[in-house]
């Protein structure tokens, strides 16, 4: 099974900041990487999908890249409702596995 | 708009059998793949498995030979069933939408429910 490293485990930014989270698979996923955002009491939220695809009604400050192993999750403007935890997940055959999360906190 | 909502005991005891059901409004179950998720509380997420409309499944092998998830179209429903549970079952499970739009694109779950706690103690 692939293995998804999620870096750094937790973080904290002020309003405003640049964020950004990586995720990194222990073989290649090509862009079968998807994004999810969990606040606390909430189901996951999809964020990005295939590493860099906004899903619908997602703010536009949210933004993903990467392809291979290693991608990554920005928020270029860190807003309040960002407080959240934040998974990737590998998308392309089962296990569909997910990292093991990024607590974001804000400050 | 699609949503889901998850029902079923929220207290099993320790050997006996999960059974979770997961009722789509909003949208047909037809033509789309439909997965169950489950989250320990205070933990991550973990992928239990799939159903597709039709009837195929695919299940994680963690779980080895515990789960079944099964459909029913006529009541746009679909559920799960995990045998044998321990402790280590407790968790919030989710019921979800699976999207693959096309051979170009991945896998990913576009709608979820609200989940359901589900305690393994006797």
């Known amino acids: 099974d692939i293995q998804m490293t999620q870096s750094p485990s937790s973080l904290s930014a002020s309003v405003g900041d640049r964020v950004t989270i990586t995720c990194r698979t222990s073989q290649s996923v090509s862009r079968y990487l998807n994004w999810y955002q969990q606040t606390p009491g909430k189901a996951p939220k999809l964020l990005i999908h295939d590493a860099s695809s906004l899903q619908s009604g997602v703010p536009s400050r949210f933004s993903g890249s990467g392809s291979g192993t290693d991608f990554t999750l920005t928020i270029s403007s860190l807003q309040p409702e960002d407080s959240a935890t934040y998974y990737c997940?590998?998308?392309?055959?089962?296990?569909?596995?997910f990292g093991q999360g990024t607590k974001l906190e804000i400050k | 708009q699609v949503q889901l909502q998850e029902s079923g005991p929220g207290l099993v005891k320790p050997s006996e059998t999960l059974s979770l059901t997961c009722t789509v409004s909003g949208g047909s179950i037809n033509n789309y793949y439909w997965s169950w998720i489950r989250q320990p509380p205070g933990k991550g997420l973990e992928w239990i498995g799939y159903i597709y409309y039709s009837g195929s499944t695919k299940y994680n092998p963690s779980l080895k030979n515990r789960v079944t998830i099964s459909v029913d179209t006529s009541k746009n429903q679909f559920s799960l069933k995990l045998n044998s549970v321990t402790a280590a079952d407790t968790a919030l499970y989710y019921c979800a939408r699976v999207s693959h739009p096309d051979g170009s694109s991945g896998w990913y779950q576009d709608y979820w429910g609200q989940g359901i706690l589900v305690t393994v103690s006797s």
């Open positions: 997940q590998w998308s392309y055959s089962t296990p569909y596995t």
